[in-house]
């Protein structure tokens, strides 16, 4: 029975194909075939050139499905990049290779964020936070992580970079665009933008090179914020 050999169906969610085959092909006897928890019927006299169709298309069907879940799973809702979870996978893929060419992490801040939350709400707070998004998107390359960590807080990772430079001018332009948006708008609350980056050519696991640009962040921010500062792993 159909029950029976859902039973099979994996714990990761992967699910065995079931077809149908009888001599209808009534419109009836294919729904109820479906509501039986079959995905798809044949008639019979069997096909193969039908039944490879059938079946080519359940597996299509079933990788688009699970390519969404996974997308889902990886995007920060609100803004359509990466979340924290995934930008960490991703990073860790690439950072883990036996020989690891140039690239740079940045993070990047939202200086003064809170006053506009707290002074004009919280739906002026996502708009600042949507359009800072569109800035970093508009700047980086399609093959460039770009993910969010949660409130005001965005990941960039540059893989395969040819120099240094490239990285620090990126980062700088991060900085013009967020003052050239924000700056007049909110002219009380002076919100602009620190990055910390951080630049690696070694295996490294993700975790230490986050605490590394999170320290150049830091320097960033204690030495009066809308700057970048840049450091080197050894």
């Known amino acids: 029975s159909t029950m029976s050999i859902r039973g099979l169906d994996r714990d990761d969610g992967k699910r065995i194909p079931i077809i149908a085959m009888s001599a209808s092909n009534f419109?009836?006897?294919?729904?109820?075939?479906?509501?039986?928890?079959?995905?798809?019927?044949?008639a019979k006299p069997l096909n193969y050139d039908t039944l490879n169709n059938s079946i080519e298309k359940w597996f299509n069907g079933?990788?688009?499905?699970?390519?969404?879940?996974?997308?889902?799973?990886?995007?920060?809702?609100f803004t359509n990049v990466l979340n924290k979870v995934a930008t960490f996978e991703r990073m860790h893929k690439f950072l883990m290779q036996d020989e690891v060419p140039l690239s740079a992490m940045m993070i990047v801040d939202l200086d003064n964020f809170k006053k506009v939350n707290d002074r004009l709400g919280h739906k002026e707070g996502d708009q600042v936070i949507k359009e800072t998004t569109k800035v970093l998107k508009d700047l980086f390359r399609n093959n460039d992580i770009i993910g969010r960590?949660?409130?005001?807080?965005?990941?960039?990772?540059?893989?395969?970079?040819?120099?240094?430079?490239?990285?620090i001018e990126r980062a700088n332009k991060i900085i013009s665009n967020i003052a050239k948006k924000f700056v007049n708008r909110y002219v009380d609350i002076k919100l602009t933008a620190s990055v910390g980056?951080?630049?690696?050519?070694k295996k490294i696991s993700e975790e230490e090179l986050f605490d590394i640009a999170d320290h150049s962040l830091y320097k960033a921010k204690n030495s009066g914020k809308n700057q970048i500062f840049y450091t080197k792993v050894e």
């Open 27 to 42: 419109a009836d006897d294919i729904n109820a075939s479906i509501i039986a928890g079959m995905n798809d019927h044949v």
């Open 62 to 77: 079933e990788y688009a499905s699970r390519k969404q879940l996974e997308l889902k799973a990886e995007t920060d809702i």
């Open 149 to 167: 960590f949660g409130g005001d807080e965005f990941i960039i990772f540059m893989k395969n970079i040819s120099s240094e430079s490239i990285a």
């Open 197 to 201: 980056l951080a630049f690696v050519d």
